[in-house]
């Protein structure tokens, strides 16, 4: 059963600050994986998409990579906003279309 | 604009009571799914479509029944909402293997 770990859980910094968000998962056999940001009582915006071939993706100040062997993601997020405060989860997709989610980390840009 | 509508997007009910949480896309997606999230305990899927008149369940499909009679809406059905079903909902939709949307959410308290 694929199993989904988000580290760190929190994490606060001082805006500016570069940061970078982990996700690991148990079973490499993955078609994709995507990158979420939620904020307090909302839904889930998508961030990044990377398919199990890619090694990361980039959209703005954001970049996704994917170590699908050891069964590794991060987010890194550059020069970071109080408006990039929010919880971001990442999803890993197998063949047959299920999606297990992490628990998130909760990210605080202090100004 | 593509988007996914969830309503009502507040729910306080009591115990027993049956309760219809609608879900719409316009994006054409042929596959729909619900999910439940919980502190501790993240997101964790309900039922799925694949398309119309096709259904499975997911993770936690005890209590919950679901119909999609149209490609384009997909309704989460309580025939007897108990209270440890109090939990924000969140329907999503995606066409193939691609990026899933979610919807805003519902939060459904049952006493």
């Known amino acids: 059963k694929q199993e989904v770990t988000q580290i760190p859980a929190a994490l606060s910094v001082p805006e500016g600050e570069n940061l970078v968000l982990n996700c690991s998962f148990t079973d490499s056999a993955i078609y994709n994986l995507q990158w979420f940001r939620q904020d307090p009582g909302k839904g889930l915006t998508s961030l990044l998409l990377i398919q199990s071939s890619q090694r990361e993706q980039t959209s703005g100040r954001l970049n996704a990579s994917l170590d699908k062997s050891s069964g590794r993601s991060t987010l890194y997020i550059a020069a970071s906003q109080p408006g990039d405060s929010a919880t971001y989860l990442c999803?890993?997709?197998?063949?047959?279309?299920?999606?297990?989610f992490g628990d998130g980390t909760t990210l605080t840009v202090k100004p | 604009e593509a988007q996914v509508t969830q309503n009502p997007r507040y729910l306080i009910t009591v115990t027993g009571k049956k309760l219809t949480v609608t879900c719409s896309q316009n994006m054409n997606h042929e596959y729909m799914s619900w999910y439940r999230q919980d502190p501790g305990l993240g997101l964790r899927q309900i039922y799925y479509s694949m398309n119309v008149e096709v259904t499975d369940k997911g993770d936690v499909p005890e209590g919950y029944k679901v119909s999609r009679k149209e490609k384009r809406n997909f309704p989460l059905i309580l025939e007897s909402p108990s209270p440890n079903q109090t939990s924000l909902y969140f329907c999503?939709?995606?066409?193939?293997?691609?990026?899933?949307?979610f919807g805003p959410g519902t939060r459904l308290l049952v006493l």
């Open positions: 999803a890993v997709r197998t063949n047959a279309g299920k999606s297990t």
């Open positions: 999503a939709s995606r066409a193939g293997l691609e990026t899933q949307y």
